[in-house]
């Protein structure tokens, strides 16, 4: 896919959307919450599976909209994680 | 000196729990223990990490108040009303800046900090790898609270040096303020290293946000009037 992720910062070129970025992020997510590990993977596949999809229907997102839909989907499966992932920006 | 009614170990230690009440430091702690369990760190990784901020805001907090007192003496001592009345309308004015301003009004728990700098301070959190680099951090957190921090903290160097040179009550006043006002981050290594969650902490810290607020500014400016009617009035003599 050629999706472009306009990124927070206006001065950071658009960058191409990553899978296995967002991957991370959301598992990292569900270690904060001290997830068990194989919870923390399958959570992880099953929202970017979500979040791909969502993608693939769009040409330009920006990183605000990756956060916001992943925190939506990630709600469904782990509501700690999902709060954590939302709120990281948010702490200081 | 009746030690019960007219001690400065009262002010000394509310000065104590004010310098506490103010949340950069929690905050930088509370990302760096998420940074460090999302990266699936070994525990004593995770705890070296925290007891070195940790260590590090201590540091920081006894040397500014030990550096500040000493400064204190030579030159505010010998004018020392004119200190008070200072002093007071300091922390009067940064306790009405903390009610007005301390939290960004949105929702979590955002600081007055400049976006740039907390941006920055997430990304040094994020990468800190080493016991050294958080013990920096530590350093860090407290310095750059220090436009709110110097309110309760020139208080009790003033109720210090008020007194009659004694190294022990002062060397106990010393290690009072800075034990009490380091407790929230003892209390957060504690949890962090009990097996508590993150987001538990984080939805605490948010749901009790606005009580935080105006108990530090409250108590900022309950201080600086206390001071104010307490050492300022009685020399007065119209």
């Not at chain 2, 509370?30 to 070296?48: A, E, I, K, P, Q």
């Not at chain 2, 009345?85 to 728990?109: D, E, H, M, P, Q």
Request: glycine share 6%.
């Amino acid at each position: 896919m050629n999706v472009y992720v306009a990124k927070a910062d206006s001065t950071a070129h658009s960058q191409e959307f990553d899978p296995l970025k967002l991957h991370h992020s959301v598992l990292s997510a569900c270690y904060a919450v001290r997830a068990f590990e194989g919870e923390a993977h399958l959570t992880a596949r099953h929202v970017c599976e979500r979040v791909i999809r969502w993608v693939n229907t769009k040409t330009e997102i920006t990183s605000a909209d990756i956060r916001r839909v992943t925190t939506s989907f990630l709600r469904q499966y782990h509501p700690e994680a999902a709060y954590t992932y939302e709120s990281y920006k948010e702490i200081i | 000196m009746n030690i019960l009614t007219e001690s400065p170990l009262y002010i000394i230690a509310f000065a104590g729990l004010l310098h506490a009440s103010f949340q950069l430091g929690v905050g930088t702690l509370t990302l760096l223990s998420g940074h460090s369990l999302g990266s699936r760190r070994s525990f004593s990784r995770l705890m070296r990490l925290n007891l070195a901020y940790l260590a590090g805001a201590s540091a920081v907090t006894l040397m500014l108040f030990a550096s500040l007192s000493y400064i204190a003496l030579f030159t505010v001592s010998a004018i020392l009303p004119a200190a008070w009345v200072v002093v007071s309308f300091l922390n009067i004015a940064i306790g009405g800046s903390v009610i007005a301003f301390y939290y960004r009004r949105r929702k979590g728990t955002g600081l007055w900090i400049p976006r740039a700098m907390a941006n920055y301070l997430q990304e040094r959190t994020k990468k800190t790898k080493h016991s050294a680099e958080a013990f920096t951090l530590g350093a860090g957190s407290v310095l750059a609270e220090v436009p709110f921090l110097i309110a309760p903290l020139s208080i009790a160097i003033l109720a210090v040096i008020a007194q009659p040179s004694h190294t022990g009550f002062q060397l106990g006043s010393f290690l009072l303020y800075c034990l009490i006002g380091l407790l929230p981050l003892m209390a957060i290594v504690a949890m962090v290293g009990a097996g508590h969650k993150i987001s538990t902490i984080q939805h605490w810290r948010e749901h009790n946000k606005l009580f935080l607020q105006y108990c530090s500014g409250g108590g900022l400016i309950i201080l600086g009037v206390y001071v104010l009617v307490e050492k300022v009035l009685p020399g007065i003599t119209l």
